[in-house]
């Protein structure tokens, strides 16, 4: 497909409270990728997430584009990875990208996971550039840890990943789908660590890279990070 044609992708977005995010990222994605479709995947918001998605999901979009809200409200596995998932099921384009719903994925960095997906590679991991972090120095440690241990963990099963915490990824949809059919155990529903689910779970062929790219900060809303996500994360280890 050429470049300029987005018809081939979806964007999957899981979203607690991004009522002041999702709207300006959205609108950044459809006018940097006009035909690609996006499914969000809520988890009970009470900020009025729903409605702002219903509203642009049935508002003017480039031609071929396309929004599906799935509506989480009433699951019974709350989590971030649990609505991926659920996400994932919904896409049928041939290539497919996981990013948050709060503007620190800059958009712009699809584009190139999706070139690369293109040419034959079947997952990017978008590896964030050290960044200053303006977090407490709790978290800033117990993320460095778990960023280890996770590296760790992965060369396990041979492969060396700079930031497998990440939540920015692209991959061949058919592919994913199907690990995701084949072994649903191991992925950790209730967890924060989607691609480091993933990639314990890849086949040993899969072709993966990495691109590098600046993270964004969180200007609106809040964090939904807590410790209980620690504790899912150490749980993951061992699946
Ligand atoms: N559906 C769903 N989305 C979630 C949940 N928790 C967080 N999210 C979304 O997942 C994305 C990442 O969550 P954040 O709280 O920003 O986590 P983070 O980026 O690791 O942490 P910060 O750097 O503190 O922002 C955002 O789009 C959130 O709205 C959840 O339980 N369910
Ligand atoms: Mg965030």
Redesign the pocket.
Known sequence: MADGEWSDLSIV??????AENLPPLLGALFALYPGVKVVV???GSTDGTPSLVREIADGPLPAGSKVILID?CRANI???TA?VLDGLREVRSAYCVVM???L?HPPEVVGRMLRELRQGVDLVAAARLPYRENQNWCRIVVTRISKWIAQQRLRLCGLRIKDPLS?LFAFRTELVQDVVAAAPGRFELRG?KVLFDLLRALPRRTKIIEVDYQFGF?TGGR???RAMHAFYFLRSIFK
């Open positions: 977005i899981p979203t607690l409270n991004e995947a809520d988890d989480r709350k989590g971030l609505s948050d719903g709060d620190q939540g924060y969180r964090s939904k990070l």
